[in-house]
T-cell receptor, first 117, second 107 residues
Framework: DGGITQSPKYLFRKEGQNVTLSCEQN?????MYWYRQDPGQGLRLIYY???????QKGDIAEGYSVSREKKESFPLTVTSAQKNPTAFYLC????????????????FGQGTRLTVV | KNEVEQSPQNLTAQEGEFITINCSYS?????LHWLQQHPGGGIVSLFM???GKKKHGRLIATINIQEKHSSLHITASHPRDSAVYIC?????????FGQGTRLTINP
């Protein structure tokens, strides 16, 4: 079955270390997204990619980096420059990148809870 | 003003009550999603809508494209329905999420 997989579900890291969150999809989707959620808050866009080898900053990109070398994969690196990295991170993908088309499907990962100690 | 607004932000009800959560958006969209997040849990996709109405068990989702509004209804609510319900819209460039509605159903 096609789907989107985020791993791991829970992740603990020491302060000052970079950490990379994985997001893989086998849906042949062009667009992929990373969001961050803080306790009691909504989801905010970190980065998104509408096509391979291209990505755009979202609303809160500082302290994060991404790559999109393959259509299936959109890893997010939380760098030591991110001042408050402890949060819930959600990856999503959708079938259209940069186009409005009816019945665009979007799939959502389960999320990764990152705790930095 | 946010592109996606949900109301109410918090909702507490008694078991068995009919629940309505609203989502209004201001951008052109391809589709609208309703998602569920239990405390400390991940995201579960409930519905994807681009027109009309969908039903799954006790959950019903409707969308009015002209009015740019969607509602999520829960019939015969149960304590296990307690969760955050999130509306997300698929725009031309990206997915945009609402702030979420925290629903608590008391026994």
């Amino acid at each position: 079955d096609g789907g989107i997989t985020q791993s791991p579900k829970y992740l603990f890291r020491k302060e000052g270390q970079n950490v990379t969150l994985s997001c893989e999809q086998n849906l042949n989707h062009d667009a992929m997204y990373w969001y961050r959620q803080d306790p009691g808050q909504g989801l905010r866009l970190i980065y998104y990619s509408q096509i391979v080898n291209d990505f755009q900053k979202g609303d809160i990109a500082e302290g994060y980096s991404v790559s999109r070398e393959k259509k299936e994969s959109f890893p997010l690196t939380v760098t030591s420059a991110q001042k408050n990295p402890t949060a819930f991170y959600l990856c999503a993908s959708s079938s259209t990148g940069g186009r409005l088309a009816l019945n665009t499907e979007a799939f959502f990962g389960q999320g990764t809870r990152l705790t930095v100690v | 003003k946010n592109e996606v607004e949900q109301s109410p932000q918090n909702l507490t009800a008694q078991e068995g009550e009919f629940i309505t959560i609203n989502c209004s958006y201001s951008v052109g969209i391809s589709a609208l999603h309703w998602l569920q997040q239990h405390p400390g849990g991940g995201i579960v996709s409930l519905f994807m809508l681009s027109s009309g109405k969908k039903k799954h068990g006790r959950l019903i989702a409707t969308i009015n494209i002209q009015e740019k509004h969607s509602s999520l209804h829960i019939t015969a609510s149960h304590p296990r329905d307690s969760a955050v319900y999130i509306c997300a819209v698929q725009g031309a460039q990206k997915l945009v999420f609402g702030q979420g509605t925290r629903l608590t159903i008391n026994p």
